[in-house]
């Protein structure tokens, strides 16, 4: 049975987050069981985009630098890795470390930021649905990974956790062609399931001191839920991290997924190790309205003419509020179908393209991009 630890953390303080985040892998047997002394180790953190440690959509730098800290003491070499959404060059990746709070953190306690941008491509013959990806060569440079997520809602998959946070190991813009290719929510689970299979992390860490709610994974609300937590296993992570924040794991489709494929298992089978999770679970976090529009194909096939017709009159669609639009083009560049195109400097989207990744909300700098449903899609549902 796989163990999840949880430990209480209130607020960022560097001291208090190191302690809580070393009870927490104490609880699993210590670092010394996954970072052996010399070992290079890549700590993958979600840092989706140039985001201030206080919006709460990327990893807190202090909980990086905890977990730097005890690969350090380990004798380990920790690396701060991650490929952003958007182009995948070291300009971006310095612009993301600096907003993220990685460069004050890494100068500070003497930490590696990656800034290698190279990519290879590797095979993965037991993936269920991708036998080969295009990954970050950083990825294959290093002796062991320790995934660092964080608690968000997401307005696709619902959850983003530390199974998606894996995503991150494609590079850059190459991330579209895996939602082109991958346009049903249950496929694309199942292909963030072989991604996760093929880096497999010695360990997963969750940041949920402060989460996001609402209209996550960067437009939504930070949210105090004040534990840390960690597994050998980021499957079991995630079905303890939904049920902290409320959410049935049954919702999501990669728990679901990771359960059917034997990866992951419910809640009553995982143990439990530090805090009470009953005593800090969050009963009102606030999740997406607009989720993926999945119970249609529940009755019509997803390519047949009248789930199409449903969908693009009544399901979810993004809505640009173009007041607040500065006129980027991020949305443009990443929409993986190319359904967006700029008139006047404005985003302007062609719905029957459109795949529903929402994308183009998750890397709006400006949060002027919105997913609205019709009330006659929220009668039906
Ligand atoms: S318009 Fe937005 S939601 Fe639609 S395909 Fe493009 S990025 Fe995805
Ligand atoms: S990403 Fe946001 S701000 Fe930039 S063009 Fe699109 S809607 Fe406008």
Redesign the pocket.
């Known amino acids: 049975m796989e163990q999840v630890s949880i430990v209480k953390c209130d607020n960022y303080q560097q001291r208090q987050v190191y302690e809580s985040l070393s009870k927490s892998i104490r609880l699993l047997g210590g670092m010394e069981r996954f970072v052996k002394p010399g070992m290079r180790v890549l700590l993958k953190c979600n840092l989706l985009m140039r985001k201030k440690p206080e919006e709460a959509a990327t990893t807190h730098p202090e909980v990086v630098a905890a977990a730097a800290r005890l690969v350090k003491e380990a004798g380990g070499h920790p690396i701060i890795a991650d490929s952003p959404g958007g182009l995948f060059t070291e300009r971006a990746l310095r612009g993301v470390y600096h907003a993220c709070g990685m460069e004050e953190i890494a100068a500070r306690d003497d930490i590696e930021l990656n800034y290698n941008v190279e990519d290879i491509e590797v095979s993965h013959p037991q993936g269920r649905i991708v036998k080969s990806l295009t990954v970050i060569k950083a990825i294959e440079e290093v002796d062991a990974v320790i995934n660092i997520a964080k608690l968000k809602t997401h307005g696709m998959a619902l959850y983003t956790g530390a199974v998606k946070n894996l995503f991150g190991v494609i590079p850059g813009t190459a991330k579209a062609e895996y ?1 082109l290719r991958m346009k049903k929510l249950e496929d694309f689970s199942d292909m963030l399931l072989d991604i996760s299979t093929y880096v497999k992390p010695v360990l997963s860490i969750m940041d949920a001191i402060v989460g996001m709610e609402g209209q996550g994974p960067s437009a939504g609300d930070p949210r105090r839920i004040g534990a840390v937590l960690a597994s050998t296993s980021p499957y079991h992570l995630d079905t303890v991290c939904v049920s902290l924040v409320g959410i049935e794991p049954d919702k999501v489709c990669t728990i679901r997924r990771a359960e059917k494929r034997g990866l992951g298992s419910n809640l009553e089978k995982i143990i439990l190790a530090g805090d009470s999770l009953e005593e800090l679970r969050i009963q009102d976090f606030k999740i997406p309205t607009h989720t993926h529009v999945g119970f249609i194909e529940q009755y019509f096939d997803e390519d047949s003419p009248i789930a199409q017709f449903i969908n693009t009159r009544f399901g979810p ?2 809505v640009f509020n173009h007041e607040g639009c500065i006129g980027c083009r991020d ?1 443009e560049k ?4 190319e ?2 195109t700029m008139v006047n400097r404005k985003p302007v ?1 062609d719905l029957k ?9 998750e890397l709006c700098p400006q949060k002027t ?1 919105d997913i609205k449903r019709s009330w006659l899609f929220q009668l039906f549902r």
């Open positions: 939602h669609r993004p949305c990443n929409c993986p179908p359904a967006i989207v393209l459109c795949i529903r990744c929402y994308c183009c909300q991009v």
